[in-house]
């Protein structure tokens, strides 16, 4: 007799157990998401806005790497020379860079680009690199001359050259961009330009 109603009950209580375990997994899986309702005052918790990004920052503009003053070895003057004379007869056109049109510090600036050294292409900044020639009796083919616009008195860096050739103490031709004439070879010593010359530098 008591092995049959423990053999009856059995399968009732495993029906049950089922059953309850079925059911609280139901309860588990439906289980409401987290209230935003902050405890004690009733009201919604604020919702968190993404934080902004930062704006992107623009690249800071680098200064030019222009070579350094004594990095071209003197073999290279004649290139040097050679190449500013392939401009001869370049007509003058200010802020110009090539033999379309070209201005004087252009032309220094055109000359070296192309055996692959950057200068400045300002004049009164060209007039600063390097290192000045105390004296006109030590000027060198290779040499940047630089003159003032008027005769005589100081002022602004205006014009620049480049020494091609030292035929003689009162004989020093130097290749620049002429307003008038365009790119051509004078002397240092003609009346015209001895009384605007102000300095030379040798970049090199």
């Known amino acids: 007799m008591k092995k049959q109603f423990s053999s009856s009950i059995f399968p009732i209580i495993c029906t049950l157990l089922l059953t309850t375990l ?5 309860v588990f899986r439906k289980a409401p998401e987290k209230s935003t309702v902050s405890r004690g005052r009733g009201r919604p918790a604020p919702t968190r806005k993404p934080a902004a990004k930062a704006p992107a920052r623009r690249p800071t503009p680098s200064k ?6 004594g990095a071209l070895p003197a073999s290279e003057i ?4 050679q190449i500013a ?10 802020g110009g860079n090539d033999k379309s049109g070209i201005d004087c510090s252009g032309l220094i600036c055109s000359v070296y680009s192309e055996i692959g050294v950057k200068v400045p292409r300002i004049s009164w ?4 690199f390097g290192q000045e020639v105390s004296k006109l009796d030590e000027i060198k083919p290779g040499d940047w001359l630089f003159f003032v616009p008027e005769a005589g008195k100081e002022g602004y860096v205006s014009h620049a050259g480049i020494v091609t050739d030292v035929r003689g103490q009162q004989e020093i031709i130097f290749i620049h961009a002429s307003t008038s004439r365009g790119v051509r070879e004078d002397n240092l010593f003609s009346t015209y330009f001895k009384g605007r010359f102000v300095k030379a530098m040798r970049p090199f």
Do not use: I, L, M, N
């Open 64 to 69: 030019p790497a222009y070579a350094k003053p």
């Open 85 to 94: 004379r392939t401009y001869t007869g370049t007509p003058y056109r200010s």
């Open 22 to 26: 079925t059911f609280s997994c139901e």
């Open 78 to 81: 004649p290139q040097v020379v």
């Open 125 to 128: 900044q060209q007039s600063e």
